[in-house]
């Protein structure tokens, strides 16, 4: 009997497959949830032509974006309970040609994120498809204002408390700008989703977890930096206390301002052995700065020329060469 009980358990255990799910978002309070688009989005044909949400399983809600007579942002308000799941599916490229311009975003009460994210511009076909645009979720999260037509003036407060994205699922790759200022301010955030792209774009991570409660950096696995990828990712992660870089090529201002501000940083696994340039237009400028005055610099055996200082290994740390 007790065999059959263990096969019963083995046989449920399936973990859940999250990237067949549409882009979900599971509240953690009675709050609003809105989707957010400025008037030069919705004037441009075929950027993004459409969104649906569902709420607890209902059916579809579609709202037509395209708009030549837009005006100001316009905004999809939908209010949730706690316990309420909100999926979202869209059509279009989600973002506009570069980064100087922003694109759709939402505004979240306290909320989990959990699903595919590439439902929100592929629709019902998302399953197995990947990142095509540059900047395509450029901001999403981003919690410091909404810019219509890059002006101060029109700036929205926007804030959002997204706590977990652990079950969020990205694309095995990366594209110019495509994750910049993701999850920016979103102080509560403490579970990252999982980075599955071994080859990265220029910016692409840039400032994605920056002023966020996350503990430990997700593990990052690509072998080789480009200019801007890490740039800015972990700033001001005042509760950052281990970070690991797996990647053994670095270049041009790939991890400038990483882990800037993260004061209670005292673990660093760095793998890097060529690439490492010191100066203001290096890899690593001001890449520990305001870190924590001791800690453990863990690097490779065969690279010994390392730096001290905010650019380099944090003056005052212990220096450890990693098993390999």
Partial sequence: MQQLVNRRRMMGSKEHDYSRDYFTMVALEDGDIS???????????????????????????????????ATGISSITVHVNTGDKLLWKGIGT???????DWGFMFRVCRCSIEGNIMSLCKGDNFIGTELEYDYQYYGLFYNNGFYDGNTISDQ????????????????????????????????????????????LSVDCYCGMFSNTALIETPELPADTLISGCYEGMFMDCTNLVKAEINATTFSTKCCTDMFNGCSSLTYIKCMATTGVVTGRSGSCTRWVKNVSSTGTFIKHPNKTDWAAGTAGIPSGWTVVDADI
């Fill in 35 to 69: 989707f957010m688009m400025p008037e030069n989005v919705m004037k441009t044909e075929d950027l993004m032509t459409s969104i649906s949400y569902s709420l607890n399983g209902s059916e579809w809600v579609t709202h037509s974006l395209y708009d030549p007579n």
């Fill in 94 to 100: 989600g973002y506009l040609s570069d980064s100087d």
């Fill in 156 to 199: 929205v407060d926007l804030p959002n408390y997204v706590i977990n994205a652990e079950n969020l699922i990205l694309p095995n790759n990366t594209t110019e700008g495509c994750y910049e200022y993701l999850f920016y301010k979103n102080e509560e955030l403490i579970n990252p989703p999982k980075l599955p792209a071994t080859v």
